[in-house]
């Protein structure tokens, strides 16, 4: 993703291409050592997208429960004025993309769970799927 317009930034700060002579990147710490695309018959590209959906599931358990807690502590008025970013804990939760969605599919549309992770690759059997690491910062 790259931004339109002059003096546009990229949106994904850390990654590889593979084209390596022109691409801008920098490497991350994390993908130290990683292909700029995997095979997702590869055990290094199953396990990158496990890890993921592991992480991403996580994020949203720990994030809900802090809400839940929230919402019971505070009143309408407060929730409404968005108090300790309970609101804006609301919007990332059900969010379709962006920072809350890690994983996405070959045209762009969040995968938010393991089951729509399953589903994905059940509907689309006959292709061959690439687990591509970005580090985007929005």
């Known amino acids: 993703m790259i931004g339109i317009g002059d003096g546009a930034s990229t ?23 990683l292909d700029p695309a995997l095979s997702l018959q590869s055990k290094k590209g199953k396990q990158l997208l496990e890890d993921a959906v592991e992480a991403q599931e996580a994020w ?9 807690v929230k919402l019971e502590s505070l009143d309408y008025e407060f929730v409404m ?5 309970t609101r804006f804990d609301c919007y990332r939760l059900g969010q379709f993309a962006g920072p809350s969605v890690w994983i996405y599919d ?4 969040g995968l938010r769970s393991q ?4 589903q994905h690759l059940e509907h689309n059997s006959e292709d061959e799927f690439w687990v591509v690491p970005a580090d985007v910062h929005y």
């Open 106 to 109: 070959q045209h762009g549309a």
């Open 60 to 68: 949203f358990h720990e994030t809900l429960d802090k809400l839940r």
């Open 115 to 118: 089951s729509a992770v399953e």
């Open 81 to 85: 004025d968005d108090v300790d970013l």
């Open 11 to 33: 949106a994904f700060d850390y990654y590889k291409t593979l084209d390596e002579s022109t691409a801008r990147y920098r490497d991350h710490p994390r993908y130290d050592g």
